[in-house]
T-cell receptor, first 115, second 111 residues
């Protein structure tokens, strides 16, 4: 399977704990995006990388959220001191860079439940 | 401020008929538009896209129409099949590559 993969698929945690999610993009894609989707809404953009450079992070929801892509391949999204309002589906997508218009291909998501 | 809106939360269509899903946007800086389909417990799957220099793009049973003056796009599915039943999201992109999504329309195709 050469699609976008995410791990874990489901995460249940207690309020106040830290969680980290991983995303592996399509191998030839150098752009990687993180989105969050809550029930009944469309995905909401959080941040994106071109190779290892994080080019947009102003949409991260608070300073408890951070993302990395240290070697320009996989990426991690960390949420510190989780709150019940963080419960959502976290989606990763990847796309080719260097073209004017490019489709983003999504992984299956990580569903986070904060108790 | 919702920049991309899908005003119909659901749509029911008979198998074999046409499904028309609508989307409106407010940001004139958007220049690339996409439709995604989503099944429960899966990520969105890319369906079809259109750039702002075109007004129509067709791929098999799927056609997307763009009316820039009205800031409106639509997705036509002909003929509709039961396997098309899913939630459909329109999305728009401008400078910066981030996608702005609408709230989705649940399509139900009845056999």
């Amino acid at each position: 399977d050469t699609g976008v993969s995410q791990d874990p698929r489901h995460k249940i945690t207690k309020r106040g704990q830290n969680v980290t999610f991983r995303c592996d993009p399509i191998s030839e894609h150098n752009r990687l995006y993180w989105y969050r989707q809550t029930l009944g809404q469309g995905p909401e953009f959080l941040t994106y990388f071109q190779n290892e450079a994080q080019l947009e992070k102003s949409r991260l929801l608070s300073d408890r959220f951070s993302a990395e892509r240290p070697k320009g391949s996989f990426s991690t999204l960390e949420i510190q001191r989780t709150e019940q309002g963080d419960s959502a589906m976290y989606l990763c997508a990847s796309s080719l860079g260097g073209v004017l218009y490019n489709e983003q291909f999504f992984g299956p998501g990580t569903r986070l439940t904060v108790l | 401020d919702q920049q991309v809106k899908q005003n119909s939360p659901s749509l029911s269509v008979q198998e074999g008929r046409i499904s028309i899903l609508n989307c409106d946007y407010t940001n004139s800086m958007f220049d690339y538009f996409l439709w995604y389909k989503k099944y429960p417990a899966e990520g969105p799957t890319f369906l079809i896209s259109i750039s702002s220099i075109k007004d129509k793009n067709e791929d098999g049973r799927f056609t997307v129409f763009l009316n820039k003056s009205a800031k409106h796009l639509s997705l036509h599915i002909v003929p509709s099949q039961p396997g098309d039943s899913a939630v459909y999201f329109c999305a728009a992109s401008g400078a910066g590559n981030m996608l702005t999504f609408g709230g989705g329309t649940r399509l139900m195709v009845k056999p």
